[in-house]
């Protein structure tokens, strides 16, 4: 597996995990007629087993569900794909008459990112930019899912997003993986080399990310030593 697509992958289980807590910070309301989400629960359920729920729930909190977060039951029966796509739906209409709700583009960018709609989560998060403007973990969040439109690489717009998610922290882990993995993808060893390098001094080695890229490092390596 590749950095990028280790990345994605990461990226995929937070967007899973992570869905529900933006929006119960900013206790969006739902439309007209429903219920504030500032009374849901702001538990935060790290497991990738129970994410999908959590999507469900998280909607549920940003549309202004009057039935609230319970029963337990309830919410694992609300992780049927039409039932969360109908969810998403009603997210993205709202949106449409709340334009300026960043909270609530953030939310639906990483629902679209549940269902792999990358292309409506990429237009998603440039919304995100427009109005929250850049920090590091939003362009690296941008960079991949643009990524995964374009079959999984990441040349042309989605290098600048990690360039300038560089530009703003230069010791962000995430943004100097994929830098690498974007200079490996035009057969750049070196190139791909110095980021990695770059966060084995700044990850612990025995920790899964220092482990990955050292892992990546070597087969960089072996890979320029066969070519030679």
Do not use: C
Not at 108 to 114: D, K, P, V, W
């Amino acid at each position: 597996m590749t950095v990028f697509l280790i990345a994605a992958a990461v990226m995929a289980a937070f967007a899973l995990a992570l869905v529900l807590p933006p929006l119960l910070r900013t206790s969006v309301a739902g439309p007209a007629g429903g219920e504030s989400a500032g009374n849901a629960s702001r538990a935060t359920a790290w497991s990738v087993a129970v994410a999908v729920p959590l999507v469900a729930a998280g909607l549920y909190a940003a549309l202004g569900n009057p039935r609230g977060l319970e029963p337990a039951a309830e919410q694992a029966g609300l992780a049927a794909p039409p039932r969360i796509e109908a969810m998403v739906a009603r997210l993205a209409a709202r949106l449409k008459e709340q334009p300026q709700d960043a909270a609530g583009w953030r939310m639906l960018a990483r629902s679209y990112e549940t269902l792999r709609r990358f292309d409506a989560a990429a237009d998603a998060y440039r919304r995100v930019v427009a109005l929250e403007g850049e920090s590091a973990d939003l362009l690296v969040d941008y960079a991949v899912v643009l990524g995964m439109t374009q079959n999984q690489r990441l040349t042309g717009g989605p290098e600048k997003l990690v360039e300038r998610a560089l530009a703003l922290e230069a010791n962000h882990v995430q943004a100097l993986a994929l830098l690498g993995s974007a200079a490996l993808e035009r057969g750049d060893y070196e190139a791909a080399r110095r980021p990695w390098r770059k966060i084995l001094a700044l990850v612990p080695a025995d920790s899964d990310i220092g482990r990955q890229i050292a892992d990546s490092v070597a087969r960089v390596d072996a890979r320029e030593a066969e070519s030679r």
